[in-house]
Nanobody, 118 residues
Framework: QVQLVESGGGLVQAGGSLRLSCAAS????????MGWFRQALGKEREFVGG????????NYLDSVKGRFTISRDNAKNTVYLQMNSLKPEDTAVYYC???????????WGQGTQVTVSS
């Protein structure tokens, strides 16, 4: 099992940027597909985007395409979510997750709050 810890959240004005980090420990995640999710107050958790183990392919929620970028540094066992041109509707708790066998999201971080003010 891998432990995931997100950091980098905070309060930012609309149009600003934040970079979230997801540090993994317990085992390497270099071979795992990694993803970012978010959950706004009163809403269901939604998939923001994911990245393959090599980092060569990623996919994104339509509403964040062109603004968010996922990357990874396997040497540091860390995945990142760069968020630019932030909007108030991006306000949520952001979680990273690792996909395990059976194509399920097996391991989750505790989340980090992102708040975008208008």
């Amino acid at each position: 099992q891998v432990q995931l810890v997100e950091s980098g959240g905070g309060l930012v004005q609309a149009g600003g940027s934040l970079r979230l980090s997801c540090a993994a420990s317990g085992r390497t995640v270099s071979s795992l597909f990694m993803g970012w999710f978010r959950q706004a107050l009163g809403k269901e958790r939604e998939f923001v985007g994911g990245i393959t183990s090599s980092g060569t392919l990623s996919n994104y929620l339509d509403s964040v395409k062109g603004r968010f970028t996922i990357s990874r540094d396997n040497a540091k066992n860390t995945v990142y979510l760069q968020m630019n041109s932030l909007k108030p509707e991006d306000t949520a708790v952001y979680y990273c997750a690792a996909k395990g066998g059976g194509n399920i999201w097996r391991d989750w971080g505790q989340g980090t709050q992102v708040t975008v003010s208008s």
